[in-house]
């Protein structure tokens, strides 16, 4: 069946403190990888998306991603994180051959502490 | 221009009541897709539709559950007889079209909280 995980479901971390949340899938195929980002009280907003090309992806606020076919895997980065970055963050696959549904891992909280 | 419109935001029912949960996709997408997310849960896929059509519902419960996107309206996720196990928050996401990206980017509602009690 096909899956997603993401490997931490809880992260603490200080400020300035570099980010990175690791996101694995289990398919063979053609795949569109997005991260989305749920802060607190609000609705999932798109971090990034890869859908060819270069395999490493630069999002919105500085967070960037990639693509590693070989590991079937799409690792979140941010270098140097802020107390706004306080977080669910949420790894997804679109297995083209599937349509257009998206498949989502289990989600990791970030806590940012100042 | 709106974002995707979710309606209400928070539903609490009793167990053996129906809930109707409503979905107004942004202007210019034709395509609408409903997710469930569980406490502790990451999003689960439930259906997928077209206007007057359902496309994939591979993800539904076989029963008590159903889905409609109109000609006219909104979609609504339709869930009869609620069990305290329907507690959870149900998201809808849209897209301008379904196999070609980047049109095919998902946007999503702020979500309705479904509390049985």
């Not at chain 2, 974002?3 to 209400?8: A, F, K």
Request: proline share 6%.
């Amino acid at each position: 069946a096909q899956s997603v995980s993401q490997h931490n479901h809880h992260v603490i971390l200080s400020e300035a403190a570099s980010l990175e949340l690791g996101c694995n899938y289990s398919y063979g195929g053609t795949v569109n990888l997005f991260w989305y980002v749920q802060y607190p009280g609000q609705h999932l907003q798109l971090l990034l998306k890869y859908f060819s090309g270069d395999p490493l992806v630069k999002g919105i606020k500085g967070f960037e991603a990639e693509f590693i076919k070989s590991k079937f895997s799409f690792n979140l980065r941010k270098p140097s994180v802020q107390w706004s970055d306080t977080a669910e963050y949420f790894c997804a696959v679109n297995l083209k051959a599937a349509g257009n549904k998206l498949t989502f891992g289990g989600g990791t909280r970030v806590l940012v502490k100042p | 221009n709106a974002g995707v419109m979710q309606n209400p935001r928070h539903l609490v029912r009793r167990r053996g009541q129906e809930a109707r949960l409503r979905c107004s996709p942004m202007k210019g997408h034709s395509h609408v897709y409903w997710y469930r997310q569980l406490p502790e849960e990451g999003l689960k896929f439930m259906v997928y539709l077209q206007k007057e059509n359902i496309i994939d519902e591979s993800g539904m419960p076989k029963e008590r559950f159903s889905a409609e996107f109109p000609k006219e309206g909104p979609s609504i996720l339709r869930i009869q007889q609620v069990v305290r196990g329907d507690s959870a928050a149900y998201f809808c996401a849209s897209s301008r079209l379904a196999d070609t990206p980047p049109y095919n980017e998902q946007f999503f509602g702020p979500g309705t909280r479904l509390t049985v009690l």
